[in-house]
């Protein structure tokens, strides 16, 4: 298929911008050939600038819950835009959405508006380095927490998918205080705590994985991280960037029983305007500056257009919860996927919880970074491309989740699965 007018613009790209992308993710280095350039989109659909339509199952990597361009959304920021597009001054609507973070998420007395989710996880462990006075955060092989220069070791998304464990630039004196332990292995949490407990400042894992592809927590896991912050006075920070709002209106949280004392947001509060949010426990939170000491700031922190895009995505959200519907397609496009898989012969598993789900080719259960590493991305990028010449867009990497919004249909998943189905085929061969 001739993506010419994509060509031209990514070429005029790369001369601009390093790799002609602003974010490495969108690259497509996993899949390789070069990004569509997308000139809009609206429901479930996007449309490249060569006129081509495709089911949209990236989402911006999460914020597009709703779909592209939901009337809702976009009059709230036409609205706002009118009044000006920011401040620099407090706002009522970074009030009306602190309002409707706080309600929805129980374990979130106090919360602060950033711009993005590297920066609510950078500053949520700034803050428990300085709640606790201690130094070490864990995190784990295969989370991605943004490009925080502590928390880029053996970090999974862009990073996995360019195997660059550790990115250059990140000194050995930023990484010294970060412990990579495996996902899912409440032993290694145990051993950990008990040889350095006293000087772990917090615990930071993704409740639900989305960057390693989709690795869902066991309950032992969970619950370890849980018991084991509070026996030893450290903090258990849910990053919830992806799953806030996703898995569920109260996040991965609701889903496990489990009250972190803080949980950092971002995407789909912002309604795929630029945000990121972390918050909890008020006596945690009265620590940021300038109620307490840890200090953290942003000329954009909490902007007019993003709280306008936040607060229009999460009261509809909240007023016509979408989940269950959410939880239907999802259940059809993994059931759809796996029977496909499964008669073409092609070793696979799925994982999934709600509306974020990922197609593994890899014929055990995905549960920590090591066995995500084992898949078969080869193939993976052979899929990736099949399913894009039948016009459906899946994320470019075998290490993100896949992302359903309430605008798609069941004819939509289905159109998916027969596509799948000849891609599998073709594989096959
Ligand atoms: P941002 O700084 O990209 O807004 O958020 C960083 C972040 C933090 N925590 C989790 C769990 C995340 O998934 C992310 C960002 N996710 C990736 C996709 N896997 C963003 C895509 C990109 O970097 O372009």
Redesign the pocket.
Known sequence: MQRQRSHAIFARAQELMPGGVN?P??AFGAVGGEPLVIASGEGAYLVDVDGSRYIDYIGS?GPMILGHAHPVVTRAIHEAVDRGTSFGAPTEAENELAELIVAAVPSIEKVRLVN???EA?MSAIRLARGFTGREIVIKFAGN???HVDSLLVAAG??AATLSVPNSPGVTVGTSRDTLVLRYNDPAGLEAAFASQGSRIAAIIL?PVV??MGCVVPTPEFLQAARQLTEKHGALLIF?E??TGFRVAYAGAQSLFGIRPDLTTL?KIVGGGMPI?AYGGRADIMNNVLPAGKVFQAGTLSGNPLACAAGIATLQTLRDESPYARLEDLGARLAVGLAREAAAAGLPHSVARVGSMMTLFFNPDPVTDWDSAARCDTQRFAKYFWGLVDRGVYMPCSQF?ALFISAAHTNADIDWTISSAREVFTQLKA
């Open positions: 974010s993710a969108r990597w993005s989710g590297t996880t991605y927490h943004g998304s862009a993704e989305g960057n990053d960037v992806m971002g990121g993100e």
